[in-house]
Nanobody
Framework: QLQLVESGGGLVQPGGSLRLSCAASGFTLRNYAIGWFRQAPGKEREGVSCSSSDGSTDYADSVKGRFTISRDNAKNMVYLQMNSLKPEDTAIYYC????????????????????WGPGTQVTVSS
């Protein structure tokens, strides 16, 4: 059974950093594209970053230069390093997977992802 579980969320002050982890089980990450999404209260879920199976990455404009996505296929893990956090980064963060070797970017429809984790809360506040 394919499963994703996020961890690493928490409360951080503006300007601080967090590293989110996404642990995959029940499948091999190698042939999957992985996306990080977030949803703030009262807002739609939005794409933050994604990692294609070939290792290429993409970022939403709002996080470029601050967030870095990485993956360790051997460990079946995906990470999101978040630096210079802002209050507007506050949201529940989700990782999601889709079986594809096509290069993806953050504009692909959320519905293309067919497996999701339960999410982890990130709160940026002083």
């Amino acid at each position: 059974q394919l499963q994703l579980v996020e961890s690493g969320g928490g409360l951080v002050q503006p300007g601080g950093s967090l590293r989110l982890s996404c642990a995959a089980s029940g499948f091999t990450l190698r042939n999957y594209a992985i996306g990080w999404f977030r949803q703030a209260p009262g807002k739609e879920r939005e794409g933050v970053s994604c990692s294609s199976s070939d290792g290429s990455t993409d970022y939403a404009d709002s996080v470029k230069g601050r967030f870095t996505i990485s993956r360790d296929n051997a460990k079946n893990m995906v990470y999101l390093q978040m630096n210079s956090l802002k209050p507007e980064d506050t949201a529940i963060y989700y990782c999601a997977a889709v079986l594809t070797t096509t290069v993806v970017d953050t504009t692909i429809p959320i519905g293309e992802y067919d497996s999701w984790g339960p999410g982890t809360q990130v709160t940026v506040s002083s």
